[in-house]
């Protein structure tokens, strides 16, 4: 079970931090990433970090957004800066453990112009 949190509404420019905790899960062995999808668009993979916290980012996302994973307490981050009115969308944290998928319920980022 994955719970995402932090989304908002924030002018462009603003920042926001994303965090999703997952409970019942081997975390420190999954790979974890966060996806979006904007309004009339597919569902992107935005960032993702691997077990060894090597990390990869879409074009668009590099140099303004970090993801990273505290073990300990079973969380993934998402910092987002400089947001742009193109990045609105639903943002989605996923956990990839021995081939399975698992999804969190998505939270609402909203940047306005």
């Known amino acids: 079970q994955l719970q995402a949190s932090g989304g908002g509404l924030v002018q462009s420019g603003g920042s926001l931090r994303l965090s999703c905790a997952a409970l019942g899960s081997d975390f420190a062995a999954s790979t974890l990433a966060w996806y979006r999808r904007a309004p009339g668009k597919q569902r992107e993979l935005v960032a993702q970090?691997?077990?060894?916290?090597?990390?990869n980012y879409v074009e668009s996302a590099r140099g303004r957004f970090t993801i990273s994973r505290d073990n300990a307490k079973n969380t993934v981050y998402l910092q987002l800066r400089s947001l742009k009115p193109e990045d609105t969308a639903v943002y989605y944290c996923?956990?990839?453990?021995?081939?399975?998928?698992?999804w969190g319920q998505g939270t609402q980022v909203t940047v306005s112009s």
């Open positions: 970090i691997l077990t060894r916290g090597v990390t």
């Open positions: 996923n956990l990839l453990m021995r081939g399975t998928d698992y």
